[in-house]
T-cell receptor, first 115, second 116 residues
Framework: AQKVTQAQTEISVVEKEDVTLDCVYETRDTTYYLFWYKQPPSGELVFLIRRNSFDEQNEISGRYSWNFQKSTSSFNFTITASQVVDSAVYFCALRRYNQGGKLIFGQGTELSVKP | SAVISQKPSRDICQRGTSLTIQCQVDSQVTMMFWYRQQPGQSLTLIATANQGSEATYESGFVIDKFPISRPNLTFSTLTVSNMSPEDSSIYLC?????????????FGQGTRLTVV
């Protein structure tokens, strides 16, 4: 079975703090894709990153970084020097290799960054 | 990429009525999906909208409650039938777009439905 778990329901930090959002996934597939999406209060889903299962290289994009570890089935997301505009619900998602755009989402983590 | 327009963006409906949500894409796409996001919850796939054939529903979702049309490669509708307050959710249209060797998922802005 495919499953994504985001154990942190809510996180609250003060601006400029670093924060890590955890994501653990389950799959028996050898090829799969992992995603992070941001959902601000307006409701739309904003794509942040896709990672292929055969590429364990970590990625940094500005204040965002992602740590993919197949050994622990984790794909964690870190925001450095958080800002109020980072306040949103963040979803981790899994897609099987042959499932096109069909995603399995985690429960989401609501991040609140206070000034 | 793909630009997805959903209508309406929000609605308040009486219980027992039905609402049809439209999803229009700015380019032809093979894959279209409908998701539901109940208040404070994650996104759950309702069905895959298939062009020219019946939609493929996920476990827990049935055609009588959520009929879906897909008349062409750029348009789909989802109807929420005989609504109850439990149907209050955000409904999102999503498309899969091939980009090189990968397929990326893009989402509409969602339809925020409140049933009273």
């Amino acid at each position: 079975a495919q499953k994504v778990t985001q154990a942190q329901t809510e996180i609250s930090v003060v601006e400029k703090e670093d924060v890590t959002l955890d994501c653990v996934y389950e799959t028996r597939d050898t090829t799969y894709y992992l995603f992070w999406y941001k959902q601000p209060p307006s409701g739309e889903l904003v794509f942040l990153i896709r990672r292929n299962s055969f590429d364990e290289q970590n990625e940094i994009s500005g204040r965002y970084s992602w740590n993919f570890q197949k050994s622990t089935s984790s794909f964690n997301f870190t925001i450095t020097a958080s800002q109020v505009v980072d306040s949103a619900v963040y979803f981790c998602a899994l897609r099987r290799y042959n499932q096109g755009g069909k995603l399995i989402f985690g429960q989401g983590t609501e991040l609140s960054v206070k000034p | 990429s793909a630009v997805i327009s959903q209508k309406p963006s929000r609605d308040i409906c009486q219980r027992g009525t039905s609402l049809t949500i439209q999803c229009q894409v700015d380019s032809q796409v093979t894959m279209m999906f409908w998701y539901r996001q109940q208040p404070g919850q994650s996104l759950t796939l309702i069905a895959t909208a298939n062009q020219g054939s019946e939609a493929t529903y996920e476990s827990g979702f049935v055609i009588d409650k959520f009929p879906i049309s897909r008349p062409n490669l750029t348009f789909s509708t989802l109807t929420v039938s005989n609504m109850s307050p439990e149907d209050s959710s955000i409904y999102l249209c999503s498309v899969g777009v091939k980009q090189g060797a990968n397929t990326e998922a893009f989402f509409g802005q969602g339809t925020r439905l409140t049933v009273v």
